[in-house]
Each structure stands twice: as C-alpha cells, then as structure tokens.
C-alpha cells in the first residue's frame, strides 16, 4: 500500500518561496501520475499540477494560475516529489496536497479530475507579512 507523507509547509512572506515535498513509501512511484492540490477552508480543492513520475521532462503540466511561479521535480533515488512554491502572495495559503494513482498523464486541467487513490496528508502554507 502506497502512503504519501508531506514537509516543507510553513510561514513565508509574501513573496517568498518554499519547497514541499512528498516521499512515499510502501511502493514505487514510478509509472505514477502525480498531481499537487490545494485548498483554502469552504472553497473547492484547486488542481496546480500533474507529472508522469517515470517521464517528468515529457510529462509536466501547470494549471495557468500557477505556471511560471510553481515547479514541479523528482528525485528518483529518495521516491520524492517536490513542488517549488516562488513568488508568494497571501492568496496561496492553502492545504497542499500531493496525490498519486497508475493513470494516464493528460496535459490539460481533467488530469485533476483522475480518481486518485493515495494522497498526502497536507502541507499548511501560510503567505502573510
């Protein structure tokens, strides 16, 4: 059974960059799609980004709202996703969340709506002077 654990949350001013990062156990990611939410208290979870795990310089896609602040990465040797957070405004504090299921990579925003079986436990990150 795959389990996806969360770091890297925190407090920044805006501005600010943090990096989260969510290392699963229990199994590989390779072959694994992997998509980064998030969501603010009584508002819909947000899709930010979806990644082939085993191709992820083939396989990256941002949603608009956060392409070119956001980056995606992986380090194959620990298991691990990460997701750079630059540029920081008040506006993205939220619950992060990593997910991970065996789906097909789609370069569009109905990559969010795949049914992903494992997720992360969230990463608070608070954007405030």
């Known amino acids: 059974q795959l389990r996806l654990v969360e770091s890297g949350g925190g407090l920044v001013q805006p501005g600010g960059s943090l990096r989260l990062s969510c290392q699963a156990s229990?199994?590989?990611?390779?072959?694994?799609?992997i998509a980064w939410f998030r969501q603010v208290p009584g508002k819909e979870r947000e899709g930010l980004s979806c990644l082939g795990y085993s191709i992820p310089h083939l396989a990256t896609y941002y949603t608009d709202s956060v392409k070119g602040r956001f980056t995606v990465s992986v380090d194959h040797a620990k298991n691990t996703v990460h997701l750079q957070l630059n540029s920081l405004q008040p506006e993205d504090t939220a619950v992060y969340y990593c997910?991970?299921?065996?789906?097909?990579?789609?370069?569009?925003?109905?990559?969010?709506?795949?049914?992903?079986?494992?997720w992360g436990q969230g990463a608070q990150v608070t954007v405030s002077s």
């Open positions: 229990g199994g590989t990611l390779d072959y694994h799609l």
């Open positions: 997910a991970a299921d065996t789906l097909n990579f789609v370069r569009d925003d109905t990559c969010f709506d795949h049914p992903f079986d494992y």
